[in-house]
T-cell receptor
Framework: AQSVSQHNHHVILSEAASLELGCNYS??????LFWYVQYPGQHLQLLLK??????LVKGIKGFEAEFIKSKFSFNLRKPSVQWSDTAEYFC??????????FGAGTRLTVKP | SQTIHQWPATLVQPVGSPLSLECTVE??????LYWYRQAAGRGLQLLFY??????ISSEVPQNLSASRPQDRQFILSSKKLLLSDSGFYLC????????????FGPGTRLTVL
């Protein structure tokens, strides 16, 4: 079965800093990749997803992620973070079935 | 539009007591339904999923069970809770298919004492 690793458990940034959160997965076949975000007190919601086509995916709120197949990675980026981006971010992988595997999550704290 | 409800929002139960958490979806038909447990620092663990009424797939052996008595209702149960069952339980739905987004409910915080 596929697995997902998020190596950064807690990231602290100042506003306007650039963000990159790492996500690596282990699965040799075709995968569908997702980033979810959980803002304080809110539901888990989709940021962006990739399943085919352009490996650079744009999501909501200025986030993007790049699928690099050779590196089994799907890192999340944002050029300039805001205080409102403070949240927990989860990478997830679905290998073509109903089994969605989530990473452990990365908590992002943005200081104003 | 589709909405997903979970109740209760929080629950404190003694060890050995039974459990029933409910999840309902509105605004869609024949959804795929999922139960996850979220533990701090460990992400989301898929517990059960269902592609139709009465169809339940279990991902993790444990003392929990799931049932889908109606198309848009998904229930998580236990006959006897363990301390290790404490956690945050999330229900989700999707239209089906690996590329489909899963939409999550607000969750239930369960504390077993």
């Amino acid at each position: 079965a596929q697995s997902v690793s998020q190596h950064n458990h807690h990231v602290i940034l100042s506003e306007a800093a650039s963000l990159e959160l790492g996500c690596n997965y282990s699965y040799g076949g075709t995968v569908n990749l997702f980033w979810y975000v959980q803002y304080p007190g809110q539901h888990l919601q989709l940021l962006l997803k990739y399943f085919s086509g352009d490996p650079l995916v744009k999501g909501i709120k200025g986030f993007e992620a790049e699928f690099i197949k050779s590196k089994f990675s799907f890192n999340l980026r944002k050029p300039s973070v805001q205080w409102s981006d403070t949240a927990e971010y989860f990478c997830a992988v679905n290998a073509g079935n109903n089994d969605m595997r989530f990473g452990a999550g990365t908590r992002l704290t943005v200081k104003p | 539009s589709q909405t997903i409800h979970q109740w209760p929002a929080t629950l404190v139960q003694p060890v050995g007591s039974p459990l029933s958490l409910e999840c309902t979806v509105e605004g869609t038909s024949n959804p795929n339904l999922y139960w996850y447990r979220q533990a701090a620092g460990r992400g989301l663990q898929l517990l059960f999923y269902s592609v139709g009424i009465g169809q339940i797939s279990s991902e993790v052996p444990q003392n929990l069970s799931a049932s889908r008595p109606q198309d848009r209702q998904f229930i998580l149960s236990s006959k006897k809770l363990l301390l290790s069952d404490s956690g945050f339980y999330l229900c989700a739905w999707s239209s089906g298919g690996a590329t489909d987004t899963q939409y999550f409910g607000p969750g239930t915080r369960l504390t077993v004492l």
